[in-house]
């Protein structure tokens, strides 16, 4: 079972995905003319913006906080340390350059999913289903989206957090991972039972504060080591361009193992990001893309490159070759596949071995935790776009809701590479999907961009008319 879910990893994530990332990334930010850094000082004042006058929907707040949630996770702490050892230290340079320009892919997808929204039950939902449905006017691509969306972010990958949970603290205090699973699944099950607005409140004062305080102790590691990060840049840049002669021959490895983990990250261009963005009341769509646009920043630029630093600075990882060949070894220590070790270990050259683990386990498990809330609202977004208008849909609800905490336990007992294996499939194919489609309707996004920024200029507070665009299908601001 796990060589054919490898098997078809492989075929989602085949180099075609790997091209069409960067190559869309690139598109819109030119399409945008790079207003991720444009408006890189607008992007932090509207965090705090709302719209007061809309009392459906969540805070442009809350849905950064929720969208930081569901890209600040395993990734930030464990992928980021599988990107260095299979790909290099100059995966991570990869990374970066898929976060800067999938800020225009996130921008574009949240403005998408601003214009196409719908009120249901007193909340806003939105994303890539609805707005196949209503701007490209192709119900069965919604359905099959939303389909693929409840099943990779319900069943998929909250495996793959709890996974990641279980085996740092099984490793750092030698706790049974089924009691870690156990535990895990409780607390989840005691917020999604709670929906959207409890998953909102937990997520606006976890999911800042966690990455905060994980990135002002890496500093302070940092400083322990100060002569080797100027080290660890140069081995990034080197690496990332094949300059690192022990490195040449896994060039190829190094982008995609970069652009992979960077999306598992940041989410940019597959469509989660999206979905949050659709819940937040603001006065005009764009707001709501730039919020989101910051929220990947935040994620691989701040987080992922403090984990990275500090495993290269602290030289603490091994590379692997495809065939799992050592290409480059950790100096005095066996630290055996890549994984949360290599991030321990970096902690513990600082606080000692004992309290690495313990941290890193800690960050962990906010981290993770708040993900998992994050793809089950995903998942709930989705189930209700495909039996919102139908009776059931409570019901299928409180089983979206069991299953996410059955399948959480699930990822405890069973080893990473499986777990990643089916979030890496339940990635791809969103990213395939929601990645044309957004170029498909990158028209409308660009249109909302030029009128928001026209009202700027003539110096009013910007509204939204999809008339002046010609969004057709934008039933909210129809009505409103």
Known sequence: MEQIIQTISGWVWSPALVAICLLAGLYFSIGTRFVQVRRFGEMARLLFSTDKSQKTGITSFQAFSMALSGRVGTGNIVGVATAIGYGGPGAIVWMWIIAFLGAGSAFSEATLAQIYKEEHKGQFRGGPAYYIEKGLKCKWLAVFFAVISVLACGWFLPPVQSNGIAISFSNTLHVDPAWVGAVVALLIGLVVMGGVKRIANVAQIVAPFMAVLYVLLSIVVLAFHITEVPHAFMDMIHSAFGMK?????????????????????????????????????????????????????????????????????????????????????????????????????????????????????????????????????????NLVYLFGKGKKEHILIWVLRLGVVGMVFFGSLYEAKAMWDLGDIGVGTMAWVNIIVILLLSPKAFKALKSYERQKKEGKEPVFDPKEIGAMGADFWENK
Not at 300 to 324: E, H, P, Q, R, S
Not at 339 to 353: D, I, K, Q, R, W
Request: proline share 1%.
């Open 245 to 381: 002669e022990a490195l040449g021959g896994i060039l190829g490895s190094t982008i995609a193992w970069g652009v992979k983990r960077g999306i598992y990250s940041n989410e940019a261009g597959q469509g989660t990001g999206a979905i949050v963005a659709g819940a937040a009341k603001v006065s005009h769509p764009v707001k709501q893309g730039l919020v989101q646009a910051f929220s990947v920043y935040i994620d691989t630029l701040l987080v992922c490159t403090a984990t990275a630093v500090m495993i290269l600075a602290c030289k603490t990882y091994n590379v692997f070759d495809g065939a799992g060949n050592i290409l480059i070894a950790a100096e005095g220590v066996d630290l055996g596949a890549p994984g949360v070790n290599y991030t321990s270990a970096a902690l513990g050259t600082f606080l000692g071995a004992n309290w690495g683990g313990i941290i890193v386990s800690v960050a962990l498990f906010f981290f993770a935790f708040t993900t998992i809330m994050a793809y089950y609202y995903y998942a709930e977004t």
